[in-house]
């Protein structure tokens, strides 16, 4: 396995931020381009096809979230193999995981071309954005065997400990997107489903990229053709940890799109306001994104390599850091809140509202910390389903009827709505730290190192 990779050795802290720049810049560029759809569609078509770009891409993030999700369990399977040393082990795992997943997509892109017009049905798409919103979905769900194909090989990747690949796939994607955007939408006229086109092209190029690299890149995995088969066992631990994740991120997609429902039943000021907020925070939440995904590969390679001293302070590492990002986004947040939401509006009674919302929902910053780089360590130990649980909890009882009570008792201000994040991710910290010290004291009991 290639040394340069292996993360149960060399300074903890250094390998975790080294780990997580890479993924933190990955995302980034991620929301970049998503945004640059929107933008170039904006420049040469109407509200309609705007309209249809921005459905068909909430819907085509949910299932990006739950294919990453899947794959999650790839990245912690590898990651104990390599920590272990098992060689056998990570090509099984990979020989494995490109059978699985070329059957996973294979099955969803049948199911959701056939459910098209119910999906976008669902969705309440406006009349006139309906024929545009059905062919920019069709042309995407076609190309999810090359979205899953670019998210199983990141995947692999990271679980070997490599995130500055993943990240170059993910550029590449980004400026193919980009250019393909202009000629698709701007030169051929072709409107919501040149969009389409680019977005997946971007990806069919990256995925090229990627199995070249995997071909010639020094990453200590090598497969041959006879290796891509499913193994019932390896199939089994990459859905014990990739499934309830898979779950429970879908599941969080829904809730903003319920608490987004919520903000639309309040007009049109609440709706713009929270849209933009979402989007702002989203930002933020980069940063505790990127490290769950380092902590828990660090985590799988320590665990893997029986170092779990090693895994426990990559987690307490992570929440200084994360922690330290989310009072300064709450702070800021505090007394500049202006100087944000004021980037995606001018007008005066929606930039009140947004600056509301935005001082409350601001805290989210800090107690999503805790229990993102919690999620990131219980699943690299194989424990992801408790990542579900705290989630769905704080989901259930606190995220949905919170925002949903505070917009019926305070209706003409959406300050209360947006403590109901903060309040549903404080609930989840506490969850996830009971469940820490809970395993630690079994483990001290065993005789554990502490």
Known sequence: ??????????????????????????????????????????LYNGSETTTA??????????????????????????????????????????GTSVAFFAGFAVLVTAVLLSGVRGIVKVMLTPEKAVSETITYLAVCFAGIPFITAYNVISSIFRGAGDSRRPMYFVGIACVVNIVLDFVFIGGFGLGAAGAALGTVCGQTVSVAVSLLMMRVGNIGIHIRFKDIRPDREVVSQILKVGAPIALQDGLIQIAFIVITVIANSRGLTASAAVGIVEKLIGFMFLVPSAFLSAISTITAQNMGANKADRARRSLYYGLAITVAWGCFCALYNQFLPHTLVGSFTKDEAVLAAGCEYLRSYAFDCVFAAVHFCFSGYFCGSQKSMISFVHNITAILLVRIPGAWLASVWF?????????????????????????YVCFRKKETAKGFPS
């Open 411 to 435: 209706p003409d201000t959406l300050y209360p709505m947006g403590w109901a994040a903060p309040i549903g991710s404080l609930l989840s910290a506490l969850i996830c730290i009971g469940f």
């Open 1 to 42: 396995m290639n040394e340069t990779n292996n993360l149960t050795q060399g300074s903890v802290g250094k390998n975790l931020i080294s780990f997580a720049l890479p993924y933190l810049l990955s995302c980034f560029m991620q929301t970049f381009y998503g945004m640059a759809d929107l933008f170039v569609v904006g």
């Open 53 to 94: 770009v921005s459905i068909g891409s909430q819907v085509m993030h949910m299932l990006t979230v739950i294919i990453v999700g899947f794959a999650m369990g790839t990245t912690v399977r590898i990651g104990r193999c390599v920590g272990a040393q098992d060689d056998p082990g990570v090509k099984k795992t990979v």
